[in-house]
């Protein structure tokens, strides 16, 4: 899946159609079903989503009614629940303030989780999605605070919480609709990323400047932050979270980070290959497989290598096997 959060320095102006652009240039990474939802003044949210490519699902009409100066993305690869229209991301609860979750990964205790939320939370889950899940854990912990605003220290809490009870490779991102203060004419909170600890799945965030201050996106790939003119990319690292609250970036290690263990299929196939990752260019880790993978060739076939020609299966692996063909002096075709 690819996720993203947008939170604009400028108030008067639609998040949407930077959401829209940007889940284009993350297509790749999932083609089952997009979704967008806004956060404008009162905190009301606005939301688009079902099955389907970007361009279908998002009309530009529909992109023009999502208001809103922030907002969260995603676009589904579906591993996990069904392929039902109600299992396009993001989801959203209405309590406590307003939850709204993007989600990218696989939990490894579900049953566990379900039952939780059923018999202790007393919370209400409608799809097969782990995604659901996890906003429901967040959610709670959030409620347990029992105040009428969070502040930033309320949810970095509140996800060391949700660190302890789910398991498995995660990133999210998420906004939360009630303001930081009793002022129900202001906009939302912010938006928020957090990262699992063994950081198995990616999650970057930049910054763009502007006459009204700094806007601040965050998502999968660099790529999307990259078409849209942010810069200053930092990788949210295993265990940490991180709020886009006020014009700042608040940061918080909520658990001490694991033993680092991203995913290889982000750079084997996920990925774009002009994306950067845990400072790593994919197009190069790709470069390098192709160069092991001849290397191994040769050990292995020693000079009397009689192979005809390089196939790329998939269409990822063409950065691989153009360097295969290369080392081995074996014609490339597709």
Do not use: W
């Amino acid at each position: 899946c690819g996720i993203l959060g947008l939170v604009l320095a400028d108030p008067a102006v639609s998040a949407s159609a930077e959401l829209y652009e940007a889940l284009g240039v993350l297509q790749h990474r999932g083609q089952d079903a997009a979704g967008i939802i806004t956060c404008a003044g009162k905190g009301r949210l606005y939301q688009c989503k079902g099955n389907g490519m970007v361009r279908d699902v998002f009309p530009k009409k529909q992109v023009l009614q999502l208001q809103g100066y922030m907002g969260v993305a995603h676009v589904r690869y579906p591993t996990a629940g069904t392929s039902s229209n109600s299992e396009a991301q993001p989801f959203y609860v209405n309590s406590p303030y307003g939850l709204v979750l993007a989600h990218n990964g696989n939990l490894t205790n579900t049953r566990e989780l379900k039952e939780f939320v059923d018999s202790d939370a007393h919370r209400h889950v409608n799809t097969d999605s782990d995604s659901e899940l996890l906003l429901n854990v967040f959610a709670n912990r959030l409620q347990m605070t029992g105040k009428f605003r969070v502040n930033e220290e309320d949810i970095f809490a509140a996800l060391e919480g949700v660190y302890e009870q789910c398991r498995g490779g995660y990133a999210c991102t998420g906004m939360i609709a009630a303001a930081g203060h009793s002022n129900m004419l202001a906009p939302g909170f912010g938006i928020i990323g957090f990262r699992d600890p063994h950081g198995i799945r990616p999650l970057i965030y930049g910054e763009r400047t502007t006459h009204f201050g700094k806007d601040y996106m965050i998502a999968s790939e660099s790529v999307a932050l990259d078409a849209l003119g942010f810069s200053n990319f930092v990788d949210v690292k295993p265990g940490e979270a991180v709020i886009f609250h006020g014009g700042k970036v608040i940061k918080h290690q909520c658990v001490p980070p694991r033993v680092f263990t991203p995913c290889i299929f982000e750079y084997v196939y996920f990925a774009r290959p002009d994306s950067i990752i845990d400072g790593i260019s994919v197009y190069k880790a790709r470069l390098a497989m192709g160069e092991a993978l001849a290397e191994k060739v040769r050990r292995q076939l020693g000079d009397s290598i009689d192979i005809d020609v390089v196939v790329p299966v998939p269409d990822t692996s063409r950065t691989a096997a153009l360097q295969v063909s290369y080392k081995l002096n074996i014609l490339y075709r597709e």
